[in-house]
């Protein structure tokens, strides 16, 4: 049974930090990317962050450059969403996607809520 489990959100004042992660279960986690979307109320969801397969190769949506790093630790099959200097436009529910690109496979796990407020 494939499993994406986040963990980490919550509620913090801008300028603070948060550490997301989504682990992994039912499939063959080092086969997979790992992208980290979110969704802001009455927004369409939109890609932050992206890690390869391999680890080797970071996308990052121009808004969280600098300010968001994505990793992936194979051994735990966890992949992680570091924000920094976070502001109230990244308030969204976060999700983490596994895809496999040679057959367009992907899983979703449920998200968790990420609030930058005063």
């Known amino acids: 049974q494939v499993q994406l489990v986040e963990s980490g959100g919550g509620l913090v004042q801008p300028g603070g930090s948060l550490r997301l992660s989504c682990a992994a279960s039912?499939?063959?986690?080092?086969?997979?990317?790992m992208r980290w979307y979110r969704q802001a109320p009455g927004k369409e969801r939109e890609l932050v962050a992206g890690?390869?397969?391999?680890?080797?190769?970071?996308t990052y949506a121009d808004s969280v450059k600098g300010r968001f790093r994505i990793s992936r630790d194979d051994a735990k099959n966890t992949v992680y969403l570091q924000m920094n200097s976070l502001k109230s436009e990244d308030t969204a529910v976060y999700y983490c996607?596994?895809?496999?690109?040679?057959?367009?496979?992907?899983?979703w796990g449920q998200g968790t809520q990420v609030t930058v407020s005063s």
């Open positions: 039912g499939f063959t986690f080092s086969g997979y990317a």
């Open positions: 996607n596994a895809y496999r690109g040679w057959d367009s496979r992907d899983y």
């Open positions: 890690i390869s397969s391999s680890g080797g190769v970071t």
